[in-house]
Each structure stands twice: as structure tokens, then as C-alpha cells.
């Protein structure tokens, strides 16, 4: 019988609720891709190699627009460059791991891992890798299985029930579980700020300045904090 309190059970349990926002994401995830015009299979086949639902969709996107490659390439990078960040962050924890989890850890950190594994970390080593594995590997899973049923349920669903609006209630339940501590509110909100003046910056940059905006503003409340 397994353990309620084990690194790989709390993992599942803890990433099954996190992922139930993300399933109106994959649906629309699969009406972009089918007005996109792009193979079906082919941008599918995105989940596999970009895992990262805010690119992914930024790309499909452009590309269906009729953008450059390069361009689509660029602006999906930029939107994904937060992700440089959970890196920095992750970075002592990774550095008690062994070779391979360094190496095949990184492919797994999406925001919703980072937010639930920040949280793990000053577990023992081997229960931090457990538990990441577990949430990275049930996530991962699980966007590989809505994605697939978007291509067909996406386009289909009603305009009217505003499945867009799932995108910023994903990431708002992302911020909440993250914020602990009111230098990362402080830091949220210099962030959130930022992005929302620089939204009409092109190629979605405004993310990406907010992003940077609200780094040092953390470390500056922690100083004070502290």
C-alpha cells in the first residue's frame, strides 16, 4: 500500500488540481492549432518538443498568421524566457542532484512545476528528485493527453463560454500558490504592473520586461525583510 506521505503520492496529488485549469488551455491550444491551418499532428507534435503552453500557443499562433518562422521562433523564446529565472532559482537544489537529473530535470520545468517544487525545497535530495519527477512526469502526461483531445474538442466548443479567460486563471492559481512571503507579493505586483503598462510592446516583450522588473524588486523587499 503506498504511503499518503511519499514523495511520488503527494507528487500526483498535489499536480492532479494545479493541472484542471489547464484543461480549457489545451482546448484552445487545439483550436489554434486547427484554424492555424498547421498539420494537426505536426503542431501536436509541439507538446512533445516545446512543453510550454503559453510559447507553444504563442507560436502556433504566429505561424497561422502568416508570420516569419524566425519571428514566431523569437517571440515564443521571449515568452518562455521567464523560465531562465526558475533556472537561476532551482539551480542550488539541482546542484545536490546526480548528472542525469540535471541533465533531464530542466525539460520538466514548466511554471506550474516551479511553483509547487520551490516549495521542496529543502527537502531531503533524494525526495526533492522524487517528488519533481513525479509532478513534472503527471503534468507532462497530462498535457500530452488534453492537448490530443483539443485538436477535436476545441473547435467545437461554444465562443461563449470564453475559454481564454482559463490562461489567466492557470497562471493567477500558479502566483497564489507561489506567494508565501510579502516580498514575493511585493515582486508580483512590480511585475504584474510592468507587464500590464508594456503590453502593447511587440512580440509580447512586455512579459518578459515585467518578468525582470519584478526579479530585483524581490530581492530589494527580501533585503528590507530581512
Known amino acids: 500500500m503506498n504511503n499518503p506521505r511519499s514523495p511520488a503520492v503527494a507528487a500526483v496529488r498535489d499536480a492532479i488540481p494545479i493541472f484542471i485549469p489547464a484543461i480549457p488551455f489545451a482546448l484552445v491550444l487545439g483550436l489554434a492549432i486547427v484554424e492555424s491551418g498547421i498539420d494537426p499532428l505536426l503542431g501536436w507534435s509541439s ?13 502556433v499562433t504566429l505561424l497561422g498568421e502568416g508570420a516569419a518562422v524566425a519571428a514566431a521562433v523569437t517571440a515564443a523564446l521571449i515568452v518562455n524566457a521567464r523560465h531562465l529565472m526558475y533556472s537561476a532559482a532551482m539551480a542550488p537544489t539541482f546542484q545536490q542532484q546526480p548528472a542525469w537529473f540535471r541533465w533531464l530535470g ?3 520545468l514548466i511554471d506550474q512545476v516551479f511553483a509547487l517544487c520551490m516549495l521542496r525545497i529543502n527537502d531531503d535530495p533524494r525526495d526533492f528528485r522524487i517528488y519533481y519527477l513525479g509532478v513534472g512526469t503527471t503534468f507532462w502526461l497530462l498535457w500530452l493527453i488534453t492537448t490530443a483531445f483539443g485538436l477535436f474538442i476545441g473547435p467545437v466548443v461554444p465562443l461563449e463560454w470564453g475559454l ?19 516580498p514575493k507579493a511585493g515582486a508580483a505586483l512590480v511585475a504584474a504592473g510592468t507587464a500590464y503598462v508594456a503590453a502593447d510592446m511587440p512580440s509580447k516583450s512586455g512579459l518578459l520586461l515585467g518578468a525582470l522588473a519584478g526579479v530585483p524588486a524581490g530581492v530589494i523587499l527580501d533585503k528590507f525583510r530581512q
Do not use: H, N
Not at 507538446?47 to 507560436?59: C, E, H, K, N
Not at 481564454?164 to 510579502?182: E, H, S
Open 106 to 108: 530542466p525539460y520538466l
Open 164 to 182: 481564454g479567460f482559463a490562461i489567466p486563471i492557470l497562471f493567477l492559481g500558479v502566483l497564489v500558490m507561489g506567494v508565501d512571503r510579502w
Open 47 to 59: 507538446s512533445l518538443i516545446v512543453y510550454a503552453g503559453a510559447s507553444q500557443l504563442t507560436l
